[in-house]
Every structure is written in C-alpha cells, then in structure tokens.
C-alpha cells in the first residue's frame, strides 16, 4: 500500500505533530516508511488541490490531509474550514482515492496542541487510521488501485 501525507505548512508548531501521529499510525499499520510520501503545502486552503493531485497520479492508495485552524476574530476560520472540507470531498468523490480529514478546526492553540499530542488520540494518527481502513476496504472490494 503507497500512502501520501498532504500537510499544511501554516501552524507548523501543531501540523508537525500530526505529521509524526501519521507516521507513527501508517508504521504500526505495516506500511514500510518508502510507501509513504509527505508533500507540504502552505495552508489548509491548498491541500484539497495537493490531495487531488497525488490521488490523480494513480501512484496512491489513500490521501491523508493534515492541517490546523485555528478560529480568529473574523470570518476568515469558517471560509477556509469550510473550503477545505468541501474540498476534500471534492477531490476523494472525482478520484475515487480515500482521502482522510485530518484538519484541526480549533478555538485556541491550546485545543490543537491537545488534538496533536503524542499517543492513541492524536488526530494525525486516527486520521492515518481512517485512511487505511478506507483503502484495504477499497481493495477489498475490488478497487483496481490496491
């Protein structure tokens, strides 16, 4: 199984701890590190467009998409969170790869840094675990990708 990692840039203080919750879950899961690539972007506004991407090369099993938001004073958190979600769909419905939601939707860094903390509940992780699951499902049923 060949798995990528689109991770956001922006937040890097809490996207790196998901990245290596990530990790950490797709090695426990038996994927051999070189089956794994990470490709970084900006923001969570471009990861949509990086999942499709590498989900459209046809090298990929599943898309794991990690990035953080954390809620401001203006409207500025819900347009990009929304954005993001959608996308994501978006780019998993057209490319029929399993793409997981690892994107933080937080009121303060503290609620982040506790999301991204080492251990069973780091959203990294679970969102690594989502991935997988969806892509043996996939194989399971027949998908030509597995």
């Known amino acids: 199984m060949r798995v990528a990692i689109v991770v956001a840039r922006f937040n890097d203080f809490v996207t790196d701890r998901l ?12 994927i051999n590190e070189s089956d794994v690539e990470v490709f970084r972007v900006p923001g969570a506004f471009e ?3 990086a999942a499709q991407r590498a989900a459209e ?11 953080c938001l954390i809620r401001g004073a203006t409207p500025h ?4 969170a ?3 979600a959608h996308g994501i769909t978006a780019a998993a419905a057209s490319t029929g790869v399993p793409m997981s939601f690892g994107v933080l939707t937080t009121n303060s860094a503290e609620e982040a840094l506790e999301r ?5 509940s780091n959203k990294g992780r ?3 675990d989502a991935a997988v699951e969806m892509a ?3 194989a399971h049923l027949g998908d030509a990708r597995s």
């Open 57 to 67: 090369t046809g090298r990929f099993n599943a898309v794991v998409c990690l990035g």
């Open 47 to 49: 990861i949509p467009m």
């Open 136 to 138: 043996r499902l996939f």
């Open 77 to 80: 958190f819900e347009y990009i």
């Open 82 to 84: 929304s954005a993001c």
């Open 116 to 120: 991204a903390a080492p251990g069973p």
């Open 19 to 30: 990245l290596v919750g990530a990790q950490a879950a797709l090695r426990d899961a038996g």
């Open 126 to 128: 679970e969102s690594a």
